[in-house]
């Protein structure tokens, strides 16, 4: 029992020693010190330099980033050129966007080749029916070297110098020559009014029959994403890698072409709403010729037999 009492007496010494020594060891006017773990750094060694178990196939690696396969360089908005601009401007030239083709393609969006051209140099396009085929229109910068404009409709009733950037009009009506304005979707559907003589000016009746045109055409920025294709099936531009803009509309038969030739009067605005040169081209509605039956041939007659 003595034994026993002794060393739990030991043991109580010892701790208050313990005890006594650290509350020695801080001091009051100094913050608790605290104890922070250096960082553990691994070492990976690279995987070329694993060596697989036995019966293990190694993975292979790939050393650096791979280096994608070179593309088509990125397009760029063109500078303008304002010094050959205004001297074009002197010379009384239009100096907006050249109209790089303009013509008709097939529904499936194949070239439709011209036929020839007229006394007066305009190239004519033939098509067997007045509709279910494409007018297609592309742009390219002209002397200023300004961006082609996009905006296939932009109108005002009381406004009329507000055009769109394609301006095109025909010689002829189109379907029934409605002159509602863009009367292109169900249930109002209409035709197309004619401008004669040709004419771009700022009046309120041209600015709606542009308008009426231009709001049916779809507007296209890409070469491999356009309405038209090459020989080979791919999607391209008729105007080649010139044209910037294609503007195309399928000829619905609600504003089919009238039969016989029909003059389509075409130009563009820039960016900066400067027009340029304007195209002419003929669209020819000329049914393919009926084949005429061959005559029957006369039968040959059967010579008759002698009796003997």
Same mark, same amino acid.
């Given at each position: 029992?003595?034994?026993?009492? &002794?060393?739990?007496?030991?043991?109580?010494?010892?701790?208050?020693?313990?005890?006594?020594?650290?509350?020695?060891?801080?001091?009051?006017?100094?913050?608790?010190?605290?104890?922070?773990?250096?960082?553990? %750094?691994?070492?990976?060694?690279p995987a070329s330099a694993a060596t697989p178990a036995?019966?293990?196939?190694?993975?292979?690696?790939?050393?650096?980033?791979?280096?994608?396969?070179?593309?088509?360089?990125?397009?760029?908005?063109?500078?303008?050129?304002?010094?050959?601009?205004? &001297?074009?401007?002197?010379a009384g030239k239009d100096v907006g966007p050249v109209v790089n083709y303009g013509g008709i393609a097939r529904a499936d969006g194949k070239r439709v080749a011209s036929v020839g051209k007229n006394a007066q140099?305009?190239?004519?396009?033939?098509?067997?029916?007045?509709?279910?085929?494409?007018? %297609?229109?592309e742009g390219k910068p002209g002397i200023n070297n300004v961006e082609v404009g996009r905006s296939n409709y932009r109108y005002k009733e009381d406004d009329p110098t507000l055009y769109?950037?394609?301006?095109?009009?025909?010689?002829?009506?189109?379907?029934?020559?409605?002159?509602?304005?863009?009367?292109?979707?169900?249930?109002?559907?209409?035709?197309i009014p004619a401008v004669v003589p040709p004419s771009f000016a700022e009046t309120a009746k041209v600015s709606a029959a542009l308008n009426d045109f231009s709001c049916r055409f779809e507007t296209f920025i890409e070469s491999n994403a356009s309405c038209t294709i090459n020989q080979f099936g791919d999607f391209e531009f008729l105007g080649g890698k010139d044209s910037k803009v294609q503007f195309c509309m399928v000829v619905a038969r609600t504003w089919a072409f009238p039969s016989g030739d029909t003059l389509v009067t075409v130009r563009l605005l820039d960016t900066d709403g400067n027009p340029g040169p304007v195209s002419r081209f003929i669209i020819q509605y000329k049914p393919n010729p009926t084949p005429q039956p061959k005559p029957a041939a006369a039968p040959t007659p059967t010579p008759q037999r002698r009796r003997l």
């Open positions: 029992m003595s034994k026993a009492v &002794a060393l739990a007496g030991a043991l109580f010494m010892g701790a208050a020693a313990m005890g006594a020594a650290g509350c020695s060891l801080a001091r009051p006017d100094e913050p608790e010190a605290i104890a922070t773990a250096a960082p553990t %750094v691994r070492t990976v060694a036995p019966g293990q196939q190694a993975m292979p690696t790939v050393s650096g980033t791979p280096t994608p396969p070179a593309g088509d360089a990125l397009s760029t908005r063109p500078i303008g050129d304002e010094k050959a601009a205004a &001297a074009a401007k002197r140099g305009i190239p004519i396009y033939r098509h067997p029916v007045g509709s279910g085929f494409m007018i %297609v229109i769109p950037d394609l301006q095109i009009q025909v010689s002829r009506p189109l379907g029934d020559g409605n002159p509602a304005v863009c009367d292109s979707r169900k249930p109002n559907l209409g035709g």
